[in-house]
Structure formats: C-alpha cells, structure tokens
C-alpha cells in the first residue's frame, strides 16, 4: 500500500510539473512578408519537434540558436536537432526541415507550414535566420512569460511564405558619446533590431561630449576625453544655460567591443563604428590638444552643438588617426568603417597659416577642398586595409573621395547627388529617419531636440528618390535611422523614442511598396506592442494619442478626429469645468464656431488642446511670392497663416509656415473690401534651432490691387525665445488687398548656433481686424 501511495504521489508530481499549455499562434508578422499564402490546417511545435539541417555551404553563424534559446524560455523545453535528441518511446516526432537552394535571394527564404510539419528553403545562414525570426512571430513567444512550471506546444497556421527584403541594407544607429549607454542594453538594442529583420548597427562612438572606445596606442582617450565634467540640463536654446554638476563618461574596453561585436554577428548584424573626424572632435582634443591647429587647453563639451576646434589636417593629426584605425579594424570586421565628416567648421583653418600653406601648396582653392583633402587621405589609408568608408553627406563638398559611400541626412538632395556621380548612398534624411525628434505632440512628449517625425512619416519612407533613374537608383543602399542622445539619457527613454518607429522602418524598408498598407501594419502593429511589453522594451504608447485633422473657412473649424486604432473614443469640450465631455470615435467629424480654446483627449492620454481665434482671414485667399520650406510647409501650404489656428511656441507644429531663404511676400485678398484697424503677425524666435525673428515686416494695403500703401514697418529681429505676436495698430484704413514684406535675419550673429547662416522665419498666425 505503501509503495503504491508514492507511485500515485509521484504520479500527480509529475503532472503538475509538466503542466501543458496550447498556444495559438498568428500571422501578424512585421516586416510584412513579400507573399502569403494563408491555407488550411495548422502544425504543432512540441518536445518531440526536431530541427533538421540541410547541406549548407559553411555558416558564419548558427541560425538557429537564437530561436533555440527563447524557445526553451518560453516552451520549458528545448528543441533540438536530432544527433542530440533520443526519441521517448512511442512519440510521433515532428520535423521543422531546413533545406539549402542556391535559387533563394541571399538574404531570403520560403517558409512552408502544413499538418505535416514545417520546411524552411534558404541559400545562406542570413535567410535561414529570418525564417526562424518569422517562425518565432508567428508564434508569440515574446509576448509570454517564462515558462515556470509549464510546458506550452505552439500551433501554428498553415500559410506559405515567400520573403526577401527590398534594401541590402537596413540599420539603427545608436549615439553613445552625448550620453553613455551601457553595454547590456548595446547588446538589447541589437538584438531588437535584428528580431525585426534589420541588419546593421551604426555605432557612434566618438564625438565632442566624450570618446567611448578603448584606444591602447592612446591611454588618455580613456582617461580625459571619455569624461567631461557636467552636462546641460534642460534643451538647448533655453538661456540661462543650467548644468547638472555631475560628472559624466565612460567607454567600452576593447574586450567589451569584441564581445558586442560577437553577438551582433550571432543575430546577423554588422556593426559598423564612427570615428568623428575632423570634427566634432573635442574630447579627442582634450586627450592630445597637439592635434589641433590652435595650442588649447581643450575639454569635453558640456552642451551641445557644433565647436569651432577641429582636428588639423597636419602629419601628426594623420598619424595619430591611422593608429587609432589600426585598433578599430582589429576590432569591427565591418567591410565599413564610418568616418563622420560633418558639421566641421572651418574658423580654425581660416586663421591657421599651417593650414593656408598647405592649401596653396596642394592647390586646394578653399576650405571645403581642404576637408576633401582630409577625407581622401583617410579613405586611402582605410582602402590599403581592404575597407571601404562611409561619411556624413558633407563629404560631398570639395570633392568626393572615390570609393566613399555617402550617408545622407540633410533631406535626400546629397544622396542624389552622390548617386548621380556614382557613388553608393545611405538615406537617412531626418524629416523621416531622426528618431531623436517628437513623434507626437511635443506638450505630451519628454524632451526632445525638435523635429517631428510620427510613425506615420516613417511608414511613408520610400529611400528612392524619384528623380533618380533605374540605374543610378542602384546606389541607393537602403536607409537607416538615428538615435543622437542629448536629450537621451538613459536605456529607457532611447527605447521610448526608437520603438515603435523602428517596427515601421524596418517594414519600409524590408516590404514591397505594393504591399505596404498603413492600416494593415497599425493592426498588425497592436500585437507587436504585446511582445515588446514581453520584451520589456519601453516604448511609445502612443498609438491612443488623439490628433486633430483640422480645416478652417468662413463657416468655422472642420476637425476631424483620429487615432491610429479605428473606432477609439475621443472625448472633447471648450469648457473645462464641465463633468461630461462631447464623445466621437476616431474618424468622426465636429464643426466648432467661434472663438476659444478645444480640449480633446482620449482614455489615458494627457489633455491636448487647440487655439481658435477667427478673423476677417477665415475668408481670404492668401499666398505667397515663394513657397514655404518643405520642410516646414504648414498644414495647408500658406493658407495655414490665417485659419484661425494659434502656432504654439514649438516649431514643429503644423501650425507654422517657414522660410530661411530670400525676402518673401504674403498676398491676402479680403474677398470684399473691409476696414481695418488691427493687423498681427505671429513669429517665433528660437536661437538653438537657428529660427529668429524677421530682420523687419512691412505691410502695404490696396482697395484695387493695383495701387499700395504703406500702413506700418517693423524690425522684430531681436526677440526672446518663443512665440511672439508683432502688432500693427494703424487708422482705420479701407482696404481689399494687403501685402506683408518679411525680410529673414540675413545673418545669425557670431556666438549663435549657425552663426553666419540665414536664419530660419517662422510665421503664424496672422490676424486682421
């Protein structure tokens, strides 16, 4: 009796041990696969599936072992191939079959799930690494806890897949210098990106704040220029400057890079380093200050922007460059190494007569020559070790080294300019591909440089320029997005201002355009926020944020409401005293008159709110003698400058019209001829951003559009940060037809960020009364 008690107890022991679970899973997929075929059936993954292995040319890595190891995870057993498995007796054993084929893009597979088990078709270990990525979608294992105590089979719906990525090159960039990030979370953000199929990691690792790579030829990388004192607290173009007091750096020991570069390799990535240079290059400076063409002292920059201190293109500079190259590529295997080449200004080498002399003696005419100069050196040295360099898309000016390949990130103009020449390019133009800008409305984000970038905009991104032809489309690589830290200082928020939008760049650029569908991929995208939770990735929650699509004319406010989830509730009122709110879901369409303020919100999101201010423009056709920026074009072109809509005091509003080029004119015809007493021009001012004041405005009034008068002149140049309203109080005046002359600060001033550019001008609202 005994003996039998411990038989039962062991018994139900061991049930509840190997407690089962089914897990459905589902085709949400991201990227969305180039073709699939949904069919009949369904196959389950369980303790007796195997792994078998074709014959595959040599692997650089295993393929699988990333899947095995979240699968044992989250299943409470493991999978494996059969020269490690003893079958159990009497199990039917289920087979996930990798066969090799030469006819598969190199980066490619076909997947194939039946009741009969799975067969995955793929030429190099890449493709067989995506199926696998794929295969572990489909499933949801990331979604789940870890099994403890239970053991989950996975059904899996019976579909083909036929998948290949559209861009060769596919990247996430991570700045590590402005804020130090460290290495677990390296090796997270890697990881991320190749879950989501894309295949290079930018590794930005020098730059003025801090140098964040172990450099043995060079000790004082480590121990000076890896540190700076303080660092700024609050954005930029906030005065007075504030400072945190507290000591900031670090770097990565060679042995940690080797270990990065290790795993990034296991999940198919390659990392490709940047070493800045010949600037952004002063914590370089503060180590060895004999590189520059000036004697210093130098330190580690505590604020952000651009320095005037750059390397000089002398001997010593050229010498100390190879040897740190040297340790770089004994470190990254990367065919690429990225050179930086940006924003270097030239003041130092103006007033350098080292600099001078070597420009006439090389025959260099001007200061861009001599960076081509610069550039062209290191890509000769880097070329003899069998690489190749990548650079900012200012290594286009005074002449392109012959084998670099241009990042573009100023718009896409230098990315079709070196693609014309021939010349192999990156897009990363930051009105689609500059994660460190908002990607919501900026009163409900954290802190962010500016910019506005929404999942939307990402989406969208097509790297092709259209201007390009078939072949000189060629060139275009891919694309990749950036992370720059200064407003970034910790793992959580870089996660918070990468994910989602990385889920919708990898879709861009992996997805077919025929079959890229921004419905599809928010439904799809629903369920990926279930497996980032998973992952613990703290993303943007931020597809319940309300916007408000919005038209204004003489009958009042059109708003169009909406959110990324169809169908959510949108609560709305012009009173905030008020208990209950007006309800609309997403998609509906509410007509406001009258003056005042809108607030609208949905279920936990914060409160967002509109400024409606009508006045004798919500009748008007308006113009412009030059188009606004594209950049910044309003939300309606120009007629956005009277729609009653008040600008807040961010740039990156839709509100604003933008201008930074040649004086500009705004046409208003009144429709009908009215009196006037009251004219506002609404601008903003924000020296961090290069956005100042109009150098003056000038306003002329007509009855017939033939003969005009001056009605008032102002010089608003010399403004405060903000948003500014610039009052005309004139006679009453009858008029039909005004003209607004806005003359942009033709010069910032020495001392400011862009000091000698054009300013930027931003205007709106503008009021008549």
């Known amino acids: 009796m005994r003996t039998l008690l411990l038989s039962l107890f062991a018994l139900l022991i061991n049930n509840v041990l190997s407690a089962q679970e089914l897990i459905k899973g589902n085709l949400m997929i991201a990227p969305l696969p180039v073709s699939m075929e949904v069919q009949q059936g369904s196959f389950v993954i369980g303790p007796d599936t195997w792994i078998m292995m074709g014959s595959f040319n040599t692997f650089s890595f295993d393929p699988t072992l990333a899947f095995k190891e979240v699968f044992k995870k989250k299943s409470g057993y493991s999978i494996n191939e059969p020269k490690n498995v003893v079958p159990r007796p009497g199990a039917v054993t289920s087979i996930i079959t990798v066969n090799a084929s030469d006819l598969i893009h190199k980066e490619g597979y076909n997947l194939k799930v039946n009741a009969n088990g799975i067969i995955i078709t793929a030429s190099t270990d890449q493709g067989v690494f995506y199926a696998f990525q794929t295969l572990r979608q489909m499933m949801r294992m990331d979604a789940l806890p870890d099994a403890k105590g239970v053991q989950r089979n996975w059904e899996i719906p019976a579909v083909e897949i036929t998948d290949y990525p559209q861009f060769a090159y596919r990247g996430l960039h991570l700045d590590v210098c402005r804020h130090f990030m460290p290495l677990d979370f390296v090796k997270k953000y890697i990881e991320l990106l190749a879950y989501y199929k894309m295949n290079r990691f930018h590794w930005h690792l020098t730059d003025d704040q801090g140098w964040r790579i172990e450099i043995r030829q060079y000790p004082k990388l480590q121990e000076i220029a890896a540190w700076r004192d303080e660092t700024l607290i609050g954005h930029y173009r906030e005065t007075p400057d504030r400072y945190d007091g507290t000591r900031h750096g670090g770097y990565y020991t060679q042995e940690e890079i080797r270990e990065v570069v290790a795993y990034a390799a296991g999940l198919g990535v390659t990392i490709i380093p940047e070493i800045e240079m010949p600037g952004h290059a002063l914590a370089a400076l503060s180590a060895y200050p004999e590189l520059a063409c000036t004697p210093g002292p130098f330190k580690s920059a505590t604020t952000w922007g651009v320095f005037d201190d750059v390397m000089c293109p002398n001997e010593e500079t050229f010498t100390f460059l190879q040897n740190v190259l040297d340790e770089v590529m004994a470190l990254f295997p990367s065919p690429y190494i990225h050179i930086g080449g940006d924003e270097c200004p030239k003041t130092r080498w103006k007033e350098s007569d080292f600099c001078q002399e070597l420009m006439e003696s090389e025959g260099l005419k001007d200061e861009h020559e001599l960076q081509s100069y610069f550039i062209q050196r290191i890509e000769k040295y880097v070329n003899s070790k069998g690489r190749s360099i990548i650079g900012w898309d200012e290594i286009l000016e005074g002449g392109l080294a012959p084998n670099a390949t241009v990042m573009s990130w100023r718009g896409v103009s230098g990315g079709i300019e070196a693609a014309k020449a021939g010349h192999d390019v990156i897009m990363t133009p930051g009105t689609h591909c500059y994660f460190d800008y908002y990607q919501a409305d900026p009163a409900f984000e954290p802190l962010a440089i500016g910019g506005l970038v929404t999942l939307e905009k990402v989406y969208s991104f097509n790297p092709v320029p259209s201007k390009l032809t078939s072949k000189e489309a060629k ?168 729609d009653g809509l008040i600008g807040k005091a961010e740039f990156n509003s839709t509100d604003w019209c933008a201008w930074n080029e040649e004086p500009f004119t705004i046409q208003i015809d009144l429709n009908g001829e009215q009196t006037l007493d009251t004219i506002t021009v609404g601008v903003l001012s924000s020296a961090g951003s290069w956005i100042y004041g109009p150098q003056s405005i000038d306003i002329e009034s007509s009855v017939d559009g033939e003969i005009y008068t001056d009605i008032g002149s102002r010089e608003t140049g010399n403004l405060a940060g903000g948003r500014h309203e610039i009052l005309f109080a004139i006679p009453a005046v009858k008029a039909r037809f005004l003209r607004i002359n806005i003359s942009p600060l033709k010069s910032i001033p020495e001392g400011k960020p862009g000091a000698g550019h054009t300013a930027w001008t931003f205007i709106d609202e503008i009021a008549v009364y």
């Open 475 to 642: 060139h275009i690589l891919g694309a990749q997005a950036n992370l720059w830290t200064e407003y970034i200082d910790s793992p959580a928020k870089a996660e918070y201002m990468a994910y989602p939008r990385a889920i919708a760049l990898a879709e861009a650029l992996w997805t077919p355009a025929s079959r890229k569908d921004w419905k599809g991929f928010v439904q799809r995208l629903d369920q990926h926020l279930e497996r980032l939770d998973g992952m613990k990735v703290n993303y943007a929650k931020r597809l319940k944020v309300p916007e408000a699509l919005i038209s204004s004319g003489a009958d009042g406010l059109q708003v169009i409401w909406k959110t990324d989830l169809p169908g959510q509730q949108i609560s709305f009122t012009r009173d905030l005293s008020v208990v209950e709110w007006n309800q609309a879901l997403s998609g509906d369409t509410t007509l406001f008159t009258g003056p005042g303020r809108i607030y609208y919100r949905t279920e936990n999101s914060g409160t967002k709110e509109l400024m409606y201010n009508p006045t004798l423009l919500q009748n008007a056709m308006i113009s412009s003698s030059m188009p606004p920026s594209s950049s910044y074009p309003g939300r309606e072109g120009v007629t956005t400058l009277g």
